[in-house]
């Protein structure tokens, strides 16, 4: 069952967009250069020098965002007087320093 009220939505602009998907994907490739290495029987210190790096982009990818959301959704939803979303951050927060 499928509602459009169920789920939250933001549009974003062309540019916000395409920088977004750009670190996407260049993550979706370190993922797929260390599972390379794996295959080729890398050093286990190269892998995870690789995973380290996946890992700050993918980080890097959820600070743009949430300065994204920040800056949008969270200003404008106080703005009108709603502070709903300033607990939803708090918890998405929690879990992102996890």
Known sequence: MSCEHCHKT???SDDEYRRLCNRLSRIEGQIRGI?????????CIDILSQAAAANAALNAFCRELLAQHLR???ARDLQAG???SVDELVNALQKLMK
């Open 82 to 84: 709603d502070d709903g």
């Open 35 to 43: 599972r390379g290495m794996l295959e080729k029987e890398a050093y």
């Open 10 to 12: 933001r549009e974003r």
């Open 72 to 74: 949008t959704c969270v």
